[in-house]
């Protein structure tokens, strides 16, 4: 069950976050960094899933950058990401 969603903008780009309840009663934050590729981190709470996700979330789009660069692929282009 969706609870919240947000925006967090990281190097231009803006990305959304989406926080979910599992049935168990698990919370976990989800955001689509590109096609079929995505970032999930899971917490006891609404306010820490959300908190350690905001906190990853530029880890994970500066490897991404970095990877794509060493592999002298193209960076995708700036904006919003769904």
Same mark, same amino acid.
Do not use: W
């Given at each position: 069950?969706?609870?919240?969603?947000?925006?967090?903008?990281?190097?231009? +780009?803006? !990305?959304? $976050?989406?926080?979910?309840? =599992?049935?168990?009663?698990?919370?976990?934050?989800?955001?689509? #960094?590109?096609? +079929?590729? !995505?970032? $999930?981190?899971?917490?006891? =709470?609404?306010?820490?899933?959300?908190?350690?996700?905001?906190? #990853?979330?530029?880890?994970?789009?500066?490897?991404?950058?970095?990877?794509?660069?060493?592999?002298?692929?193209?960076?995708?282009?700036?904006?919003?990401?769904?």
């Amino acid at each position: 069950m969706l609870l919240h969603s947000s925006e967090l903008e990281v190097n231009g +780009e803006t !990305f959304s $976050i989406s926080v979910f309840c =599992s049935a168990a009663g698990r919370f976990f934050a989800k955001t689509c #960094l590109g096609e +079929e590729d !995505f970032i $999930i981190t899971d917490g006891p =709470s609404l306010t820490e899933t959300l908190k350690r996700h905001e906190d #990853l979330l530029p880890l994970a789009v500066g490897t991404r950058e970095l990877t794509q660069c060493y592999l002298g692929n193209p960076r995708r282009p700036r904006g919003r990401r769904p």
